[in-house]
């Protein structure tokens, strides 16, 4: 095979495009006059092996670097070019001086596959990456698609993800960022929601497809805890470019629960150079947190704001038609047989948390495997208030439709049928608005149960109920009533 640094002028137009990566590293890692004055003057000359070399304009400026900036320029080239690759600087009218990266451990550890070409010049066949200190990620090399990253859990596909409107935007940046990842404008790509709602599922998923698609051939899935605790491991280990090196070479990076972030100043700084380095080379940021960005306590400003110049797209509780194919996808997974009427129960029971609602399939498939009794809606029951804390009798339409009715004394069918006259036209746009606010009913299913109206005018009666209770106090007093007589039914 021919080696496309042998020629002197593919070395240099190397050398030039792996210092460009540098510069862009480290312009956001020091102050811009520093910048100007130390690093645009530093010019790359060619490649020696695993040499970048760099030419500077005095014995002055070299020592200036070395006592400055050895340790920022230390990282950024194993990040940039990979463990063992050292710099040599010119200078004028001198010889080659070769510096820093003095036999670190990294060089020490480097793999034994020759990896003398630096990955981010490799387009087919990158060289194995390690982390020195735990090895976790593999990546896909001459074609082999088995081999996925250790951390990403194979489990959690899009195959697998069923859509609907509460994970709509959601799903689809996913999917976006998965099929084109750090080439979309969602980037950092940050979901959240409350737990169980399944950000780790989509973030996975995204992970998966990527990296089988060949699309990203490096990924690190971490959580927010452990890239905190081998931050404070490097540090103690004096591996601290080993751990930069691991995160900055990534294609893809994938951080669950960035609210666990809070309060750890240190891990949030070296984050934050991970972050601009990884998006100054184009590289893909998926993160979750459990509130929306500008929302994220104890996280440094500057942090919030890189992640809020992405796409933040959130994850609310699943309507009960999503429930019910959640739960049917799971059932088939756990190659379980449910009656419809148990699946319609556990879907209305568990609202709010598909961890949940998956355990409780999960307990009733052990306890009928194991005593044999069948799987009623009563089991169910019993199980559901083991699982459960915050159990809820699903309210429904009819019934909503009915109390309003009552309430305002007009006849049920009149909400069903094309009359305008205001009375009606209120009292169906609070039943309207009711059922979307306590019944987690699409606006589909809403729209359906009223005269089959569709779903843009449900969202426009839930707008008018909503700005009438603000600026109306009668009509924020009835539907607290309401509110109180339909909560009454739900015990
Ligand atoms: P989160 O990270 O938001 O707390 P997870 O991603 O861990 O939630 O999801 C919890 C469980 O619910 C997982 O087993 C996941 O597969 C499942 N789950 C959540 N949402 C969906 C969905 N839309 N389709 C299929 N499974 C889902
Ligand atoms: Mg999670």
Same mark, same amino acid.
């Given at each position: $095979?021919?080696?496309?640094?042998?020629?002197?002028?593919?070395?240099?137009?190397? *050398?030039?495009?792996?210092?460009?990566?540098?510069?862009?590293?480290?312009?956001?890692?020091?102050?811009?006059?520093?910048?100007?004055? +130390?690093?645009?003057?530093?010019?790359?000359?060619?490649?020696?092996?695993? /040499?970048?070399?760099?030419?500077?304009?005095?014995?002055?400026?070299?020592? +200036?670097?070395?006592?400055?900036? =050895?340790?920022?320029?230390?990282?950024?080239?194993?990040?940039?070019?990979?463990?063992?690759?050292?710099?040599?600087?010119?200078?004028?009218?001198?010889?080659?001086?070769?510096?820093?990266?003095?036999?670190?451990?990294?060089?020490?550890?480097?793999?034994?596959?020759?990896?003398?070409?630096?990955?981010?010049?490799? =387009? *087919?066949?990158?060289?194995?990456?390690?982390?020195?200190?735990?090895?976790?990620?593999? !990546?896909?090399?001459?074609?082999?698609?088995?081999?996925?990253?250790?951390?990403?859990?194979?489990?959690?596909?899009?195959?697998?993800?069923?859509?609907?409107?509460?994970?709509?935007?959601?799903?689809?940046?996913?999917?976006?960022?998965?099929?084109?990842?750090?080439?979309?404008?969602?980037?950092?790509?940050?979901?959240?929601?409350?737990?169980?709602?399944?950000?780790?599922?989509?973030?996975? *998923?995204?992970?998966?497809?990527?990296?089988?698609?060949?699309?990203?051939?490096?990924?690190?899935?971490?959580? =927010?805890?452990?890239?905190?605790?081998?931050?404070?491991?490097?540090?103690?280990?004096?591996?601290?470019?080993?751990? =930069?090196?691991?995160?900055?070479?990534?294609?893809?990076?994938?951080?669950?629960?960035?609210?666990?972030?809070?309060?750890?100043?240190?891990?949030?700084?070296?984050?934050? /150079?991970?972050?601009?380095?990884?998006?100054?080379?184009?590289?893909?940021?998926?993160?979750?947190?459990?509130?929306?960005?500008?929302?994220?306590?104890?996280?440094?400003?500057?942090?919030?704001?890189?992640?809020?110049?992405?796409?933040?797209?959130?994850?609310?509780?699943?309507?009960?038609?999503?429930?019910?194919? !959640?739960?049917?996808?799971?059932?088939?997974?756990?190659?379980?047989?449910?009656?419809?009427?148990?699946?319609?129960?556990?879907?209305?029971?568990?609202?709010?948390? !598909?961890?949940?609602?998956?355990?409780?399939?999960?307990?009733?498939?052990? /306890?009928?495997?194991?005593?044999?009794?069948?799987?009623?809606?009563?089991?169910?029951?019993?199980?559901?208030?083991?699982?459960?804390?915050?159990?809820?009798?699903?309210?429904?339409?009819?019934?909503?439709?009915?109390?309003?009715?009552?309430?305002?004394?007009?006849?049920?069918?009149?909400?069903?049928?094309?009359?305008?006259?205001?009375?009606?036209?209120?009292?169906?746009?609070?039943?309207?608005?009711?059922?979307?606010?306590?019944?987690?009913?699409?606006?589909?299913?809403?729209? $359906?149960?009223?005269?089959?109206?569709?779903?843009?005018?449900?969202?426009?009666?839930?707008?008018?109920?909503?700005?009438?209770?603000?600026?109306?106090?009668?009509? /924020?007093?009835?539907?607290?009533?309401?509110?109180?007589?339909?909560? *009454?039914?739900?015990?």
């Amino acid at each position: $095979m021919t080696n496309p640094l042998q020629s002197p002028d593919a070395g240099s137009e190397q *050398a030039k495009e792996l210092w460009q990566q540098c510069l862009s590293i480290l312009k956001e890692s020091v102050p811009p006059l520093s910048f100007k004055t +130390w690093f645009e003057p530093v010019k790359a000359l060619r490649i020696d092996n695993d /040499h970048l070399v760099l030419a500077i304009p005095s014995q002055f400026f070299y020592d +200036w670097l070395d006592e400055h900036y =050895s340790e920022i320029l230390r990282t950024t080239i194993l990040t940039v070019c990979g463990p063992g690759w050292k710099i040599t600087y010119n200078i004028p009218s001198d010889d080659d001086h070769t510096v820093f990266l003095k036999e670190s451990e990294s060089t020490k550890e480097e793999p034994a596959e020759p990896a003398a070409l630096p990955a981010s010049l490799q =387009s *087919a066949t990158p060289p194995p990456l390690v982390d020195p200190f735990t090895p976790r990620f593999l !990546i896909r090399m001459n074609g082999n698609t088995n081999a996925l990253p250790r951390d990403l859990n194979p489990r959690y596909t899009f195959a697998n993800f069923v859509k609907g409107e509460s994970n709509q935007l959601a799903h689809a940046a996913a999917m976006a960022v998965a099929n084109n990842p750090g080439g979309t404008t969602f980037n950092p790509l940050v979901l959240y929601g409350g737990s169980g709602l399944g950000k780790t599922h989509l973030v996975h *998923a995204v992970g998966n497809q990527a990296f089988v698609s060949g699309k990203a051939r490096r990924i690190a899935y971490v959580t =927010s805890e452990r890239f905190t605790t081998e931050f404070i491991e490097s540090i103690q280990r004096d591996k601290t470019s080993e751990f =930069s090196y691991y995160y900055r070479s990534v294609d893809l990076l994938i951080v669950d629960d960035i609210q666990f972030f809070a309060g750890k100043d240190k891990t949030q700084d070296s984050f934050f /150079h991970t972050f601009n380095a990884l998006y100054q080379l184009g590289k893909q940021i998926v993160l979750t947190s459990d509130v929306p960005p500008k929302d994220l306590e104890g996280l440094d400003e500057r942090l919030i704001s890189r992640f809020q110049s992405g796409l933040t797209a959130d994850i609310q509780a699943p309507d009960l038609e999503t429930r019910l194919a !959640i739960l049917q996808k799971k059932c088939e997974e756990h190659n379980a047989r449910l009656s419809g009427e148990v699946v319609q129960y556990l879907a209305s029971a568990v609202t709010k948390n !598909i961890r949940e609602l998956e355990g409780c399939l999960v307990r009733l498939i052990a /306890h009928t495997s194991l005593t044999a009794r069948p799987i009623t809606v009563d089991l169910a029951r019993e199980i559901v208030h083991l699982v459960v804390k915050d159990v809820s009798t699903p309210l429904t339409i009819d019934q909503i439709q009915c109390v309003v009715c009552r309430y305002y004394d007009i006849p049920e069918e009149q909400l069903r049928s094309k009359t305008r006259k205001k009375e009606i036209v209120i009292a169906r746009q609070i039943a309207m608005y009711l059922s979307k606010e306590m019944t987690n009913s699409s606006l589909k299913t809403i729209g $359906m149960f009223f005269g089959g109206r569709d779903h843009s005018t449900v969202i426009h009666s839930y707008q008018t109920v909503e700005d009438l209770s603000k600026k109306d106090s009668s009509m /924020h007093h009835a539907l607290e009533d309401l509110k109180r007589k339909l909560s *009454a039914l739900r015990t």
